[in-house]
């Protein structure tokens, strides 16, 4: 009798802890609600297509090459840059992921020139200490 009270305590101590356990963590999200439509109203599915067809002069502004020159790179790189597809999620095309890479590099290099070519002054001249050696 006594053995299966104290064999009855265990398991609902062990099944409180489990719930406990479970109420704890906390589930993120794997996707992004914001990101779900990407291959159906991303950048790369709707803008890249349309600018490739019909404006190629903006894609060239757009990427700062031409789309023969972007396919170029696309087989180059390709195959670095391609994730696999899990069960869980469809990944990122090499041809996107080169799309947003570029377009971030040069929104990046666009906000270095800027820093960089001022009017006069450099910005961090006044900032500067020489030392007497």
Do not use: N
């Amino acid at each position: 009798m006594l053995a299966t009270v104290s064999t009855i305590v265990l398991v609902c101590s062990l099944v409180l802890r489990r719930r406990r356990a479970q109420q704890k963590r906390k589930r993120r999200v794997w996707v992004r609600p914001c990101w779900r439509y990407r291959d159906l109203e991303g950048q790369a599915c709707t803008l890249l297509p349309r600018l490739r067809a019909k404006d190629e002069v903006f894609f060239r502004d757009f990427l700062r090459m031409t789309p023969s020159k972007f396919d170029t790179l696309v087989k180059l790189v390709g195959p670095v840059i391609e994730r696999k597809e899990t069960r869980f999620r469809k990944p990122i095309s090499a041809h996107d992921r080169l799309a947003i890479t570029v377009r971030d590099a040069l929104e990046v290099r666009h906000r270095l020139a800027e820093y960089f070519v001022t009017e006069g002054a450099v910005p961090w001249q006044d900032k500067i200490v020489t030392r007497a050696g």
